[in-house]
């Protein structure tokens, strides 16, 4: 079976440092995504994993590890503005051409004062 | 600019209706998706389509159907068989990629909220 697992909720304090966990369990992985959502608005795209290690992007990192399953965003020097729900995304190699992604539950971040 | 477009963004139904979603998108994407999200909880695919004429049953589709007769348009008919609709919808597309092609993901619509009256 496919699952992903992500904490429901996180609170942090703005100018600091967050981590969001992420762990999945799949058959035939194929890349894992991490997308930003604020409340009533579409998801929009933050990072793309596929291979093991580090991608950093400006205030946000995003890190894999294949044979542990298991990614995290890390959010650096936190603003108000990053207040969203984080939704961890694994892609999955189904044969042929394709781009399914299987969703997270998303981790609600509020970043306070 | 190209993009994907939802309409209407509320919509509200009275029970025992059928109601449509519309879905558009303009980014020659071949593939096209229906999300549903609830309060708290993630996204849970209810109909994909890769192809037109095409599509697949996602893990929530019972209450759910779906066209394509376009590529640009996948519309989401919400029928009087889905017992809790109340929802917030989300359309998506994206380009088909062979096994670890690429990071293109999905391009998402800014969604439609649907509730019962």
């Known amino acids: 079976g496919q699952n992903i697992d992500q904490p429901t909720e996180m609170t942090a304090t703005e100018g600091a440092i967050v981590q969001i966990n992420c762990t999945y369990q799949?058959?035939?992985?194929?890349?894992l995504f991490w997308y930003q959502q604020h409340a009533g608005e579409a998801p929009t795209f933050l990072s793309y994993?596929?291979?093991?290690g580090l991608e950093e992007k400006g205030r946000f990192s995003s890190f894999l590890s294949r044979s542990k399953g298991y990614s995290y965003l890390l959010l650096k020097e936190l603003q108000m503005k990053d207040s969203a729900s984080y939704l961890c995304?694994?892609?999955?190699?189904?044969?042929?051409?394709?781009?399914?992604?299987?969703f997270g539950t998303g981790t609600l971040l509020a970043v306070q004062p | 600019d190209g993009g994907i477009t939802q309409s209407p963004k509320y919509l509200f139904r009275k029970e025992g209706q059928n109601v449509t979603l519309s879905c558009e998108q303009n980014?020659?994407?071949?593939?096209m998706y229906w999300y549903r999200q609830d309060p708290g909880q993630g996204l849970r695919l209810i109909y994909y389509?890769?192809?037109?004429?095409?599509?697949q049953k996602g893990d929530i589709a019972e209450g759910y159907s779906v066209s394509r007769e376009k590529k640009e348009s996948f519309p989401l008919t919400v029928t009087s068989a889905q017992k809790n609709p109340t929802a917030f919808y989300l359309c998506?597309?994206?380009?088909?990629?062979?096994?670890?092609?690429?990071?293109?993901?999905?391009?998402f619509g800014s969604g439609t909220r649907l509730t019962v009256v």
């Open positions: 998506a597309s994206s380009i088909l990629l062979l096994p670890g092609q690429g990071k293109e993901g999905y391009t």
């Open positions: 799949t058959s035939g992985f194929n890349g």
């Open positions: 994993n596929v291979l093991d």
């Open positions: 995304a694994v892609r999955n190699l189904m044969g042929g051409a394709t781009n399914k992604l299987i």
């Open positions: 980014l020659n994407h071949d593939a």
């Open positions: 389509s890769q192809i037109v004429n095409d599509f």
